[in-house]
């Protein structure tokens, strides 16, 4: 969510850039209100019946969608194994941390000196194995989001053009949008298209 989080904003400040752009070419000076009376007047002046806006519900977009839903999986449980992977590689290693315990007392200064280096060496190696096993995850959990995001930017871009939209936002509880019309809601709409290209993308693939 973190990436649909930072694409709808994105997306809004592009917006606000298009607004600010158009207008200025327009030759139309305005300056900024000296007051809230007066921003409350600039507002009524203007004429936003031209602007067609949509919103796509993000959460609900990333429940429906079937590709992601599948990587998703992968990804979780690549996940899975590695946490029980390294769940058994620590258990090892405290099992040998207690026989090292036990066997100190027969053991020369030497000899446990070089016991504890090797085992701090062995705690350094898991410890990196756990990032190196991380940051493969990390990485594939960004190129996952990026997956999405270039499937979702081209059919919302059909989308755009098929309605005749200026702008499509989006819209969660974690987004900068306070509120939405449910009629300008078309989750519904993009989801269709992305599962439509997503099975004739498996099916191509099925048939080779």
Do not use: C
């Amino acid at each position: 969510m973190k990436t649909f989080n930072t694409v709808a904003i994105i997306v809004l400040i592009v917006a606000v850039g298009y607004l600010f752009i158009k207008d200025s070419g327009s030759g139309s000076s305005i300056s900024s209100p000296a007051n809230d009376g007066e921003m409350i007047e600039n507002l009524k002046g203007q004429d936003f019946k031209g602007v067609r806006v949509a919103y796509i519900n993000t959460d609900s977009l990333v429940r429906k969608y079937d590709l992601h839903k599948e990587l998703q999986e992968k990804l979780a449980s690549r996940a899975r194994i590695l946490e029980q992977d390294m769940a058994n590689k620590a258990q090892v290693f405290q099992q040998n941390v207690e026989l090292l315990q036990k066997q100190a007392a027969n053991m020369s200064e030497a000899e446990l000196q070089s016991a504890q280096m090797d085992l701090q060496q062995t705690q350094q190696n898991l410890m990196a194995y756990r990032d190196e096993k991380g940051a493969e995850l990390a990485k594939e959990q960004r190129s996952l989001d990026s997956l999405i995001m270039d499937d979702l930017k081209d059919v919302v871009e059909v989308v755009k053009d098929e309605f005749g939209l200026d702008y499509i936002l989006s819209y969660d509880p974690n987004s900068i949008l306070l509120a939405a019309n449910e009629n300008y809601n078309i989750t519904a709409v993009v989801v269709e298209r992305l599962n439509k290209k997503h099975n004739k993308g498996k099916a191509s693939k099925e048939e080779e």
